[in-house]
């Protein structure tokens, strides 16, 4: 089970956090601050896992953007490594070569786009193609719904009901 | 899909992130995000705030939490934000909620209404939005509420509803696996969804609950082999592919699944061979996706029942994994390794060599796995080899989580396998001497009851050899400073009973050095008290020996300090020191037998030897006894609290008691939740509006009114002052009064089970790790022909390796100093230029010529200039690196000036190659495999300049400190 998924620059700023085992805002900055630090001063030809309190992290990175994940130790490291890439992939093809800076000013559509792909901090969802289309669903819906609001706003709640 | 062109939100909030990433320390950093909680804070109060606007501050909230602060005066806004009719604002609201609350918090009781409405709508997107709100919020309580809605929605038209019930389910059954303990069978059902993804997804909780019961699942297993056999064999839609592989993912899942029902299972296993030799035989190893399933492929294969063929094909690709060059496969070999070490135990033999280049290794974690790969071969031949490997290792690192692991386990091995008395006792000492903070107390305790009751054997030599042997090594140590609280209680304890016990050394000398305990350790309670029962013991012994005993002044002195002491524990032991002194030989021989630790004390529980005393005092005319259960007052008490604990789990299943009375009380429904949502805690009266609306629609027909309406009073009650719930008490029956007095337990019992939960859950997880590592390592001590083999890694260790293990400890070490956590924290505020997200020119100025790309796209001529002032300026070396790469490149570009179009293209291919470069050149292999696609990057350039010039607008400007920030991500 994956437990959080960070996405840290390589100047140890916070570009996405995702929690799906219960952590208080407190330790989760303390997490934060304690991953960045030992992942960031990892050389580059090491292994991309590092043990930490019992869990390992896997973390790869992209261009200067790290994703973390946290797992299980029983959980195959090769495996999150691909989930993350496969995110990443999927990052890219909604964005247009995705880079850092579509991360940092639309977090939160990176956000539904993990919400679709993992769930539970599970994969729920391998193929590309299907996430793709629910997330076109979802914008498709929003445009309208944006659309309305701007003609005529009383009608909101009918229309999307 | 395409690029989302703008970014969609105001300028206001724009600069904010802009801002924070020009921040140049943690602390502006800090100021400038508690300025806009500030902010927020009075802007999301304010009355009539338009929707958009709203939204736009919710996802603000949502900024400001995941950068680490604290936005919990915003929660109720994005909870009520999921309220909304607009999927826009729900789906915003419901990102917020899942973001913000965990399971246990308040707020969520407030959403569940919202929840259930949503999961029957006819949009399902708004059912997917509520379903992955259900997976983060739904906690053990609220379950019953909304399980039936959720199983429903397994057979649900589109299948990524389906997919997202079967998660939900999934996490339910994580939550409390007896509240859908009787729907297991709809798992079976999903397994054979005509959608794949649906399928997959169903792999998630059958495998959860294969781990937990295999034998249910065994008529499974011909499924399961086969659905992995048309996976393997490409029956998947070619959507599912990855990286060229079919469905790795729902490979790798089966394959789990597998190694839990083959596991010890003949019949079963031989049903899996097949298919598994198959993937083992096709898979690719040149990718890092063919590698995860081989690498399952051994762990299942080193799971199932024994089959040569696999076992041979799994040690192939294990040597594989251990001579590749990649340190991650290396990892993942040294992990299969130590899973198949207990089935042929011959197998690590052949790779000694890698196994020592990997402990040698400058990378820790490979260093780690190796060291848990030679804790599970460990055995009396290798042990003292592997020991003393550990700890030098664990001296030499600061993580306290895995110090405290590989102590224990040294001292695990150590106890098991200790060839030695005198070795015994000396790692015990490093062990202590350097985690005796860490690890467990109770090992301390072992440590002593080992040395008291000595190896078990009838050798009363050995036994009194083992202590003399620690005393004297005790003496040695003792003296050092700093050393452990729990090391230096041993020590006490060991001095006090057998100091003197083989008459080397004499009572004052042993005293002396305990009141030098005592005085160097005048902080610590415990270790005082150790030292005075110690004082007291060596004493008695020579009274008893007919000895006579000077107190030295220190003692004395110490122990006068210590009847003074603030401790009632040490004062009442300084006070027992000081009678038992003055007793006689013979009371003493008493009290106090020699080497009597392990003699049992028998302990009279009925107190029968008061009998008498008793019958005395009750012919004196006493009052007798009465049992605490008799007694008139603790009676009401203990039936109040059994009536209350009867409460609490009445209030967990609410849910559905209280559909039943809905019938008789429709007309009541609005009356008693008007006063109820007055008194929840939330001014806006849009809010209120959006409640009454949810029950105003269904009441007329649907159970869910009564629902609806029994929450909130339970809601109401759970936050309302005591003097609410007057009105409500005269509204409602009898029942919801019930209600009122189990609404404050939920809360303290629901935290107290949550805690007790995480308890159980890390005992659980203890458990299950220390048998199945005990097994394999009973596995490989069996292993007899193993034995002989082992010693010569073992050797091996001992003789060459140790010359580079000094230079390898050491450049450790310095890597350890730069780079540890203090350091990183400290880069943040002092290290000011390599931020990425500098987006103001003006910080880079004078020292650093700017490397704008557009400026290179507009005159390249000026590239050359360029160049040159990058030879003059002096720069961080990264910037150097990066800038030498486009002084190359300035000669090989002008060639393109021809077409403009053309020239801009090239040139962006061209520098975002050498900015893939100039990575590689600082970083070595970069993580990212970049292989030469400028012509992929064709289609992506006219999105990419279009980004450029969207970011330029708002004033971010690459330059040549944050190159990165525009870099794709996929090379």
């Not at chain 2, 209600?739 to 159980?760: C, L």
């Amino acid at each position: 089970m994956i437990h959080f998924l960070l996405l840290i620059s390589r100047q140890g700023k916070v570009r996405l956090t995702k929690w799906y085992s219960p952590y208080a805002q407190k330790e989760r900055t303390k997490v934060v601050r304690e991953l960045s630090g030992m992942i960031l001063s990892r050389g580059p030809k090491l292994c991309n896992f590092v043990e930490w309190r019992g869990y390992k992290v896997v973390y790869k990175r992209y261009a200067s953007l790290y994703f973390c994940m946290c797992v299980n130790q029983d959980d195959n490291e090769l495996e999150i490594l691909e989930i993350i890439h496969h995110f990443v992939e999927i990052l890219d093809l909604y964005f247009g070569s995705v880079c850092e800076l579509d991360l940092i000013f639309n977090f939160h559509k990176a956000y539904y786009i993990l919400d679709e792909i993992l769930m539970a901090g599970e994969l729920q969802e391998s193929s590309k193609k299907t996430v793709e289309r629910l997330i076109d669903a979802q914008d498709a819906l929003v445009e309208a719904a944006k659309e309305q609001a701007n003609s005529v706003s009383y009608m909101i709640s009918q229309a999307t009901k | 899909m395409g690029s989302q062109g703008g970014f969609g939100q105001s300028k206001e909030f724009l600069d904010l992130i802009k801002s924070i990433g020009e921040a140049r320390s943690k602390a502006e950093e800090d100021r400038i995000v508690l300025h806009e909680i500030e902010t927020l804070k009075r802007r999301i109060t304010e009355p009539d705030i338009p929707k958009r606007k709203m939204k736009e501050y919710i996802i603000r909230l949502v900024y400001i939490e995941m950068l680490g602060h604290d936005a919990a005066f915003g929660y109720i806004h994005a909870v009520k934000m999921t309220h909304d009719d607009s999927l826009l604002l729900k789906r915003t609201g419901y990102l917020a909620v899942t973001l913000f609350l965990n399971e246990d918090h308040d707020l969520i009781i407030l959403i569940v209404n919202t929840i259930q409405k949503d999961l029957k709508s006819d949009n399902f997107l708004v059912v997917c939005a509520a379903l992955n709100a259900v997976c983060r919020l739904i906690n053990e309580e609220t379950i019953p509420a909304v399980l039936p809605q959720v199983v429903e929605l397994l057979g649900h038209s589109k299948e990524a509803v389906r997919k997202k019930a079967v998660m939900a389910l999934h996490r339910f059954h994580q939550r409390s696996p007896s509240s859908v303990s009787h729907l297991v069978s709809n798992f079976r059902k999903r397994l054979c969804d005509n959608d794949p993804g649906v399928m997959g997804a169903t792999l998630c909780p059958l495998f959860d609950l294969v781990s937990v019961d295999v034998s249910t699942y065994k008529d499974l297993v011909v499924s399961f082999v086969s659905i992995l056999k048309q996976v393997a064999e490409r029956r998947l839609p070619k959507a599912y592919d990855y990286h060229q592989m079919p469905a790795p993912f729902i490979q790798i899942k089966l394959l789990k699944i597998l190694a839990l029902l083959g596991n010890g299972d003949k019949q079963a296993s031989g049903q899996m061979y097949t298919v598994v030799g198959d993937i083992m035989r096709k898979s690719d190893t040149t990718s890092n996706i063919g590698n995860a399933i081989l690498y399952e492929c051994i762990c299942c294969v080193a799971s199932i029942f024994p089959n040569t063929k696999l076992l041979e094909a799994a040690a192939d690709a294990i040597s594989k994994f251990l001579k590749s060059d990649s340190h991650n496969l290396k990892y993942m070999g040294i992990d299969a390794l130590g899973r198949l070490i207990k089935i042929s135990p011959d197998i690590a033999e052949q790779h000694q060599l890698a196994v020592i280049d990997c402990l040698e290794d400058p990378d820790d974690t490979l260093k780690r796995k190796t060291f848990e790969l030679l804790y599970k071969m460990t055995k009396s031949s290798n042990v003292e080899v592997i020991v003393d490997r550990m700890i030098e290792y664990m001296i030499n690192i600061n993580d306290n989580h895995y110090k405290t692991d590989i102590a224990s386990r040294c001292v695990e091995l150590a106890e098991q396998f200790a060839p030695s008395n005198h070795w015994f006792i000396q790692t015990m000492n490093k062990v202590f001497e350097h985690a005796g903070d860490l690890v467990n107390i109770k090992v301390a305790h072992n440590l002593m009851r080992l040395i008291a009751e000595g190896f078990g054997e009838d050798d009363d030599t050995a036994d009194s050899q083992l202590r003399s042997s620690a005393v004297d090594s005790y003496l040695r140590i003792v003296g050092e400073p700093k050393l452990p609280s729990a090391f230096l209680q041993v020590i006490c304890w060991v001095l006090g009973e057998y100091g003197t016990a083989d008459g080397k050394y004499s009572a004052s000398y042993i005293t002396g050095k305990l009141c030098d305990v005592a005085e160097a350790h005048s902080s610590d309670d415990t270790v005082k008290a150790y030292a005075v029962t110690a004082l007291m013991k060596i004493y008695s012994f020579e009274i008893a020996a007919g000895r006579q005993v000077d107190v030295l002044p220190e003692c004395q002195s110490l122990i006068e300090d210590l009847s003074a002491s603030s401790s009632t524990d040490l004062q009442q032991r300084a006070y027992e020191l000081q009678a038992v002194i003055r007793l006689d030989a013979q009371a003493l021989e008493n009290i106090l037998p020699l080497d009597a630790s392990c003699e049992d004390i028998e302990v009279d529980k009925g107190l029968s030897f008061l009998n008498s005393y008793v019958q005395q005092s009750l012919e004196n005319g006493a009052q007798p006894y009465i049992p605490e259960s008799a007694r008139s007052g603790v009676l009401n008490i203990s039936n109040l609290r059994s009536h209350d604990q009867h409460e609490t789990s009445g209030h967990a299943l609410r849910f559905e008691a209280y559909e039943l009375p809905k019938p008789a009380m429709p007309t009541i429904t609005p009356a008693s939740i008007l006063p109820s949502t007055e008194l929840v805690p939330v001014p806006e009266p849009s809010y209120m509006r959006e409640i009454h609306q949810t029950p105003a629609v269904p009441s007329s027909s649907h159970s869910g009114s009564a629902e609806l309406k029994l929450r909130l009073d339970g809601v109401q009650k759970k936050w309302g002052k005591p003097t609410y719930s007057s009105p409500v008490q005269s509204t409602s029956n009898s029942d919801s009064q019930k209600t009122n007095n189990g609404a404050a337990q939920p809360e303290a019992s629901g935290s107290i089970k949550q805690k007790a939960r995480d308890v159980s859950h890390d005992v659980k997880r203890q458990e299950v790790e220390v048998p199945s590592e005990k097994q394999r390592l009973a596995a490989s001590l069996f292993g007899g022909a193993f034995k002989s083999e082992k010693r010569q890694p073992a050797a091996g260790n001992r003789g060459a390796p140790k010359a580079n293990n000094n230079s390898t400890e050491n450049s450790h070490i310095t890597k350890g100093a730069t780079s540890s956590e203090p350091t990183t924290v400290k880069t943040t505020p002092t290290q000011p230029p390599p931020d990425l997200l500098d987006f103001g020119e003006s910080t880079v100025t004078s020292s650093a010529p700017s490397m704008d790309p557009f400026m290179q796209l507009e005159g390249l001529v000026d590239v050359t200039q360029d160049g040159s002032a990058v030879n003059s300026g002096s720069v961080a070396s990264k910037a150097s690196d990066f800038m030498s790469l486009y002084g190359e490149m300035s000669g090989s570009v002008p060639s393109n000036l021809v077409d403009p179009l053309s020239t801009d293209s090239i040139v962006v291919n061209t520098s975002s190659d050498l900015l893939n470069a100039s990575n590689n050149f600082d970083h070595g292999a970069s993580v990212v495999a970049q292989p030469p696609q400028s012509t992929n990057k064709g289609p992506n350039l006219k999105d990419a300049l279009q980004k450029d010039a969207l970011v330029r607008q708002m004033g971010v400007t690459p330059t040549n400190q944050n190159p990165n920030l525009f870099r794709d991500l996929l090379g």
